[in-house]
């Protein structure tokens, strides 16, 4: 399977750089304001008319919209500014860090969906984001986020399109340094039973994708590896991403998903 690459991007000149480097999907996000830092509605929409301009780019585009708790102060017209950028999204994604043991986490990602449920914004797709380091983010287990997304959707009808695993902290730390291959696996199946696309991402680098491809997940998301010196503060580059995108091999390497598991069990017994 060949996973597809998304570089996230904070404007329109990052985004041009991204899609003339090959990108696949196409993600908005302000990365000064965490790891899911959601940009403004007007940068959002500055980016997806650019993309959609691109008579090239026929990927998908999605948005960061910060973390669940972000929204608790949020006014009713957030809903109306990203319905107005929202027509051409075809995801968002929103975290749930500081939500550990909180008794009332369905009903309220519940009301933030609920302020998207007009018009064009109706038909966006959610993607759930289980942090691998989620004792550090004071966030559910990535199981626990597979319970929460089943019962917002059977209870609530929230529809889902992706799982990202993700890493809240932005540290010299990475993804594989908080979780397993195997863990991982387990995730991948269980996203792909559902049918969900599966999704991994922080601060991922070209020397992680030999053990990351085993995995097989539908996406490889990056921003810090595709920007100027590693820094995801800095601009992202077309060069570092078509250099990370020719790491990505046409086929990449099956290794099945028994074999994961069979070996990681083996270490355990």
């Not at 000064?32 to 691109?54: E, M, Q, Y």
């Not at 017209?77 to 929202?86: G, Q, R, V």
């Not at 986020?145 to 730390?173: A, C, I, P």
Request: aromatic letters at 6%; charged letters at 25%.
């Amino acid at each position: 399977m060949t996973p597809k690459l998304l570089v996230s991007v904070r404007d329109r000149t990052e985004a041009l750089a991204a899609l003339a480097g090959g990108c696949d999907v196409l993600d908005v996000k302000e990365p000064r304001a965490g790891a899911l830092g959601r940009a403004s509605w007007s940068v959002i929409a500055d980016v997806v008319a650019a993309v959609r301009a691109h008579s090239a780019f026929s990927g998908s585009v999605s948005a960061a919209l910060g973390e669940l708790s972000d929204w608790s102060g949020s006014s009713s017209d957030d809903a109306n500014d990203l319905e107005a950028c929202s027509q051409k999204l075809d995801f968002v994604k929103l975290g749930l860090a500081h939500q550990r043991g909180n008794p009332k986490l369905a009903d309220d990602f519940v009301n933030v969906v609920a302020r998207f449920q007009s018009g064009s914004a109706a038909s966006l797709k959610w993607v759930a984001v289980a942090y691998a380091d989620w004792s550090l983010a004071d966030a559910p287990a990535p199981n626990d986020v597979l319970t929460l997304m089943d019962d917002l959707r059977d209870t609530h009808g929230v529809t889902f399109g992706g799982l990202l695993v993700d890493t809240y902290t932005k540290s010299e730390q990475r993804l594989l340094d908080f979780i397993t291959e195997f863990d991982l696996a387990e995730l991948q199946s269980d996203a792909h039973a559902r049918g969900l696309q599966f999704a991994v991402a922080g601060r991922l680098r070209a020397e992680d994708l030999p053990r990351v491809l085993t995995i097989e997940p539908d996406i490889v998301a990056v921003r810090s590896a595709v920007c100027g010196s590693g820094n995801r503060m800095n601009a992202v580059t077309t060069d570092a991403v078509a250099a990370f995108k020719k790491r990505l091999p046409a086929d990449s390497a099956k290794v099945e998903m028994t074999s994961v598991v069979q070996a990681a069990h083996a270490d355990v017994l």
